[in-house]
């Protein structure tokens, strides 16, 4: 409550976050249902620590929530073009400095289930499909709803291991797709110390890294909420822009302004409102994308 009541204040006061824009994204026209948890089929079941995952195919990609981009014409996959060039103009504008970490994006909400994973992997995908940028895709959610454990990476070395592990090599722990130019680098299997890995300077070194290591490339974090989790406040220095999902028609301004104020220290934050339903039926090909400010 008090995190609310000083976040409402600043944003009184200063009138307008001049923190970027925010886009609409309407529910998917036909979303890809998320099917139950995928198992690789690899045949030692899932890569430990180390270990190579098999990659993972268009179908996993899709039970995991990815949309289909054969339906080149829907509402949805015009609006994930229009949110990825505004991420990527972002990140690789010739003024931007490498130094800031432009490539480094996290998305983050107020609330649990306002379409974090979806718009990741959709926003990741939609990217990764015109094949002149790699994206990776950071996990950084260990939920039983997340994406790594809708992809079957539930058992896959990932973040949490490079942190505690020094002598692994992120490259080693990438997990490639059907996709060539996307890959994904799972939450890892060091749950318990969860907590405590996220808050040490080798975290904050670990992601650097990720983004340093190819300046061309886009690394997309999910993260989870941050009203209830400490990873995004504790990221928010450290990357380069913030897409603050917010559920259309669900979330409060309050919540939004709280979660605002957490993830401050980030100097590039761009909301999305996400499942805006359209009133109209005369409004196919309007898909509704358009600016705000928060203010
Ligand atoms: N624009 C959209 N169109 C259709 N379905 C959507 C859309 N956004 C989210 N969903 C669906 O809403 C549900 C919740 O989305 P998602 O898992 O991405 O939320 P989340 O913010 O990552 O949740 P959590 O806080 O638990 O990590 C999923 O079933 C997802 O497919
Ligand atoms: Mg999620």
């Known amino acids: 409550m008090h995190l609310i009541e000083r976040a409402a204040e600043r944003l009184r006061q200063s009138g307008n976050l001049n923190h970027g824009t925010a886009h609409l994204l309407q529910p998917a026209m036909n979303p890809a249902e998320p099917g139950p948890i995928q198992p690789c089929p690899s045949p030692q079941g899932l890569a430990p620590a180390g270990r190579r995952h098999p990659v993972i195919d268009d179908q996993a990609l899709q039970s995991a929530g990815m949309i289909d981009w054969t339906r080149e014409r829907s509402r949805v996959a015009e609006e994930f073009r229009i949110v990825q060039n505004q991420i990527l103009r972002s990140a690789f504008a010739p003024e931007t400095a490498f130094e800031s970490n432009s490539n480094l994006v996290m998305l983050t909400s107020a609330r649990p289930g ?29 939920k039983a709803d997340a994406i790594g454990r809708k992809l079957g990476l539930a058992e896959a070395a990932g973040l949490l291991n490079l942190v505690s592990d020094p002598s ?18 799972p939450v890892g299997t060091d749950p318990e110390r969860r907590g405590e890995l996220f808050a040490t300077r080798q975290m904050a070194r670990v992601i650097r890294d990720l983004g340093q ?16 989790s400490s990873e995004p406040s504790l990221l928010a220095p450290i990357v380069g822009q913030i897409v603050l999902i917010v559920e259309a028609e669900r979330t409060q301004r309050q919540e939004v302004e709280a979660a605002l104020d957490l993830i401050q220290a980030c100097p590039n934050l761009t909301l999305l409102l996400n499942k805006i339903q359209l009133s109209t039926k005369h409004s196919f090909g309007a898909y509704g994308s358009k600016y705000y400010y928060a203010s």
Do not use: M, Y
């Open 114 to 142: 306002e379409g974090k994973s979806f718009a990741s992997l959709n926003i990741a995908a939609s990217i990764a499909r015109q094949r002149d940028r790699e994206v990776l895709l950071v996990d950084i959610d260990s």
């Open 213 to 228: 290591a190819n300046a061309d490339r886009l690394v997309i974090i999910d993260a989870p909420p941050c009203l209830s």
């Open 168 to 185: 692994l090599t992120a490259d080693s722990l990438l997990i490639r797709t059907a996709l060539p130019k996307l890959s994904i680098l």
